[in-house]
């Protein structure tokens, strides 16, 4: 009945927009050691929820055809069972845990002979600021890759914890400021991917989803040419306007970036940014995001 | 003068937490007014405030333990139904309002409901198991109580007076930072679990104490009932856990109070090991909780199915297996914050070894059922229901264990419903089975039985309606603590969600209704014999309620089990064993001071929280004068008279003897 039950949750999750269905190398291998885990412990979860309904059933006080056996309290043969098999089979689990561990490290590049996208994030509050170091533009809350090619995110944070995560295209990882986390991912082919923080960040955090595009590479470079055409430039000033709490902020895009805004917000040179700046009571007794 | 304190602190235009405050003042009230009125404030302070008695200070952690277990769970009617409208919508709760919520509700839940649940039945609990009168330090113990109170009663007031934390319930930095929440809500969170914290160390130290050396003559280690030895274990994660938790929280406290950078952004602050430090303490919490909780299904399989607990020193092996490891799994929290797959690998292991232990467990109730003869009463349900709903929560535990699996799941609704998985399943389950077992012990009377399966088939049923939708929108990807969504797929499981969480509403109003119904007719669900569900361990050997020193004569112990020894060499010799020779028992007097302290705790708290310096000084200076008031005093002791003890002994006697000729002498002898 467990079994049942696991095999129809797994199903239906797999069904649409989950993280058990899969649109990239690095999800489809996570999902695949999720499967793993949950088929290896179904051999020992299964026939244990069968045996405990059956005992439980069978030695009822109604039931005159049970054996009552009150002098059976100990018995070596099944300690050394119920002692071995799980162990053994946690074992064979460590296995598919060490190994997964170093195959699936996010900071690992993705085996592939494409160069990679470069993309650096930045955590706000309370929204994602995508810059694209090479092409020198920048999104927000909107990221657009081409299909098939790695991306390599470098991903800091402007003020608290966040966590970049696109469901379908695999691991998440945090964003903290004065550190640099990364993360390669991959889309197989073209679509558009909810993404959203998983930390919570504060008052704004709900608002932080975006959507992932991920377009063929004319298409991306169509993109490209379309932003550099339009929308702000950002320069540190700009920074640090676009840093204040704000929350539920549209998309848009910037033509173009200063180099070296994300080395400067990653290394502190451009200080954390700030928190609320009112309140009901003042900020020191309940406080607001401003903006 | 009143520090931050003023009239803005009051939150005058948001109607739901003022009226909320409202209704409950109002409660408050009616129910001081008619305490007074009745003339019963001397029997509360006598019996009850100042008691010492661990089977009061027990049945005041249950009660505190069951009233905020009911306050978390409004907080999570809140949260249910504004994400079931929150969908391409604001909802009714605003951020700053629901962000209180979760973290209030969580705070709550694990501090204030779980933790004074599981204490208070240890408490009620241990020493009658052990065979002795109190516990090692009564007063002590008082103390601890009345500081949870406090913790409890400080995170209640923030309900009116300014906010609670916006942090979730661990506060992580920066965020818990004064930058980002310079308002009072991370104040009242810090400074309420400091002082329960306290509470709750010194109740550590107390059990520990009183286990490893307090027990009744001939009680050796291995003949303690497994409840003790989970005490035990839980015990001494508390004495190796909670300081930790307290320093964590000291450090953040002298960031946000004087300057100090342990966990800001800026000059060289590390929220990571914020988070580390925090999460040591944190996962030795888990098992701070469900390692008793084992401990009251171990108890409860083996008395219902008439056999003694199969596997025992397994058992007991298993509890320590998992006290020892359950110290070396933190990581696991946060396989997502960037360590290396090493680092991953060894935790993910480490975690999933934990299942061994639990895994053994399992097992060996299992096989304390086969060949037992199964009574279907509601404390059994309770247990039958964990084993099926613990397996489960297990598996999706391992699950999350695996790092790279980890990394699709951490902070989801999966990983939600999983840890609500072996909350519930475990931990609520056990206080349930815990609460109607022991229930005739603590007042004389059985819970009653309709009531009681009608409780466990809504709270089962809720349960399962509740988070499986939530397993399930965890895996579509969808996040906790998400104040409003738009993404289509999670709209259904949410609602569905929803629906469980009506369902568990149900669940506990047939809870109130069992105790309601029970206490009314207490007369027909009397037990006179003390010993209602034929238990083996030497709480039923004295009566319901037990005396003020537990028992007559310590138990002389001389095996497992040592109450079903006594019962079948009274059963073969158609009689009681001889009349004891009753001597007067000295036992601790009740003292105001946990009750006194904890009061200018809170005072002190409170303006801690509030800035308001000069009553800080004084209820520090208060709560020190106190102490040693309490250190100066005389008289510890009184003593109860061998009349006294004789005459409730006898009365014992009788209800058993009686027992002994209705079930015994009758029928042919065995």
């Not at chain 2, 391409?88 to 919520?101: K, R, S």
């Not at chain 2, 399992?362 to 060949?371: A, Q």
Request: aromatic content about 14%.
């Amino acid at each position: 009945m467990a079994a049942s039950g696991a095999v129809a949750l797994l199903a239906l999750a797999a069904c649409s927009g989950g993280v058990l269905d899969p649109q990239g190398p690095v999800s489809a291998a996570n999902s695949q050691i999720l499967l793993n885990a949950v088929e290896i412990m179904l051999v020992i979860v299964v026939p244990t929820i069968i045996a405990a309904f059956a005992f439980a059933w069978w030695f009822r006080a109604s039931n005159t055809r049970a054996q009552y056996r009150p002098g059976f309290v100990y018995s070596g043969e099944i300690e050394l069972l119920v002692w071995s098999i799980p162990l053994l089979v946690i074992l064979f689990l460590s296995g598919v845990i060490w190994i997964g561990s170093h195959q699936l490290d996010p900071f690992e590049p993705l085996d592939s002979k494409a160069k990679p996208t470069e993309v650096q994030v930045v955590a706000l509050d309370w929204k994602w600021l995508f810059i694209y170091p090479n092409e020198g533009v920048a999104s927000v809350n909107e990221l657009v890759v081409p299909a098939g090619v790695p991306v390599h995110f470098s991903i800091t944070s402007a003020s608290v914890m966040n966590m970049f995560f696109v469901p379908q295209l695999g691991s998440m990882i945090a964003a903290m400021n004065g550190m640099v986390t990364q993360l390669s991912l991959k889309a197989d082919n073209p679509g558009e991917f909810h993404g959203l923080s998983t930390q919570y960040s504060g008052d704004g955090f709900a608002g932080m989803q975006f959507t992932l595009r991920a377009v063929p590479q004319d298409a991306f470079a169509q993109w490209l040419t379309q932003v550099r055409s339009t929308g702000p430039a950002l320069d540190r000033a700009g920074y640090t306007t676009l840093a204040r709490q704000s929350q539920n902020v549209t998309p848009f895009t910037y033509r173009t970036v200063d180099a070296g805004l994300f080395d400067a917000v990653a290394r502190q040179e451009i200080p954390p940014a700030p928190g609320p700046e009112q309140g009901r009571g003042g900020p020191a007794i309940h406080p607001k995001p401003g903006g | 003068m009143l520090g931050k304190l003023s009239w803005d602190a009051i939150p005058w235009d948001q109607p739901i937490p003022l009226i909320a405050g409202a209704v409950v003042l109002a409660i408050v009230l009616a129910v001081l007014a008619w305490v007074v009125i009745k003339g019963h404030v001397p029997y509360l302070w006598h019996e009850w405030i100042t008691s010492v008695d661990h089977k009061r200070i027990g049945v005041m952690y249950m009660l505190l333990g069951l009233v905020m277990l009911v306050r978390g769970f409004i907080d999570a009617l809140m949260m249910r139904s504004q994400q079931a409208v929150a969908f391409h919508a604001a909802g009714y709760l605003p951020p700053e309002h629901f962000d209180q919520v979760f973290s209030a509700h969580g705070t709550i839940m694990i501090f204030f409901a779980a933790m004074p649940l599981v204490i208070g039945l240890m408490n009620f609990v241990v020493p009658l198991q052990l065979g002795v009168r109190d516990v090692a330090f009564p007063t002590l113990n008082s103390t601890s109580f009345w500081l949870t109170a406090t913790g409890a009663l400080l995170v209640n007031i923030s309900l009116v007076i300014g906010e609670f934390a916006r942090t979730g319930w661990l506060a992580y930095p920066p965020l818990s930072e004064t930058t980002y929440l310079p308002g009072v809500g991370v104040d009242y969170y810090l400074w309420s679990l400091l002082i329960s914290g306290v509470g709750t160390l010194m109740t550590g130290i107390n059990f520990v104490t009183t286990i490893l050396k307090i027990r009744a003559p001939g009680m050796s280690y291995l003949r303690m009932p497994v409840f003790c030895w989970t005490a035990l274990a839980s015990n001494l994660l508390i004495v190796a856990a909670f300081p930790i938790l307290t320093a964590t929280l000291v450090m953040l406290t002298l960031d946000r109070y004087l300057g100090f950078h342990f966990f800001t952004n800026e000059a060289g602050g590390n929220i990571m090991m914020f988070i580390n430090l925090i999460w040591a303490w944190g996962h030795p919490e888990v098992y701070i909780l469900v390692l008793p909780a084992f401990g009251v299904f171990s108890e409860v399989i083996s008395t219902f199915s008439g056999k003694p607990l199969f596997g025992y020193r397994s058992m007991v092996a298993a509890t320590l297996f998992i006290c020892i490891v359950s110290y070396m799994v933190w990581l696991h929290h946060f396989f997502t914050m960037g360590a290396g797959g090493s680092v991953n690998a060894v935790f993910g292991i480490s975690t999933s070894i934990i299942a061994v232990g639990t895994g053994v467990k399992i097992y060996n109730w299992m096989f304390t059922m086969y060949g037992g003869q199964i009574r279907y009463t509601t404390p059994m349900i309770w247990s039958v229901g964990f084993i099926f709903t613990f397996i489960i929560g297990g598996m999706t535990g391992v699950m999350l264990a695996v790092p790279p699996a980890d990394f699709q799941l951490h902070n989801s609704l999966f990983l939600v419903a999983h840890f609500h998985n072996v909350i519930i399943g475990g931990v609520v389950f056990a206080v349930m089975a815990g609460l109607t077992y022991w229930f005739p012990k603590a007042f004389g009377f059985r819970l009653h039985e309709g009531w009681g399966q009608a409780t466990f088939w809504l709270n089962f049923v809720g349960f399962y309606v509740t988070f499986m939708p939530l397993y399930i929108v965890g895996l579509l990807g969808m996040t906790r603590r998400l104040q409003h969504y738009d993404v289509a797929i999670w709209r259904p499981w949410v609602l569905a969600a929803g629906v469980g969480v009506v369902i568990l509403c149900f669940g506990a109003v047939a809870q109130v209704a069992q105790l309601v119904v029970s206490i009314r007719r207490r007369h027909e669900l009397r037990d006179e014999t003390g010993d209602p569900w034929n238990g083996r361990s030497l709480e039923w050997s004295t009566a319901s309620p037990p005396p003020a020193f537990n028992f007559a004569v310590l138990p002389n112990v001389s095996g497992e089990e040592p109450y079903w020894q006594i019962k079948r060499r009274a059963i073969q010799t158609q009689q009681l064993a001889a009349e004891p020779d009753y001597r007067p028992i000295e036992m601790p007097r009740n003292s105001p001071t946990g009750f006194i302290s904890a009061f200018f705790a809170t005072i002190t708290g409170f303006a801690l929280i509030w800035h308001i310096w000069w009553m800080v000084g004084v209820g520090i200076a208060a709560a020190y004068a106190v102490f040693v008031w309490f250190a100066w005093r005389d008289v510890e002791e009184y003593v109860i008279p061998a009349e006294e003890v004789a005459r409730a002994d006898r009365e014992r006697r009788r209800a058993r003897d009686a027992w002994l000729e209705a079930n015994v002498r009758t029928s042919a002898p065995a």
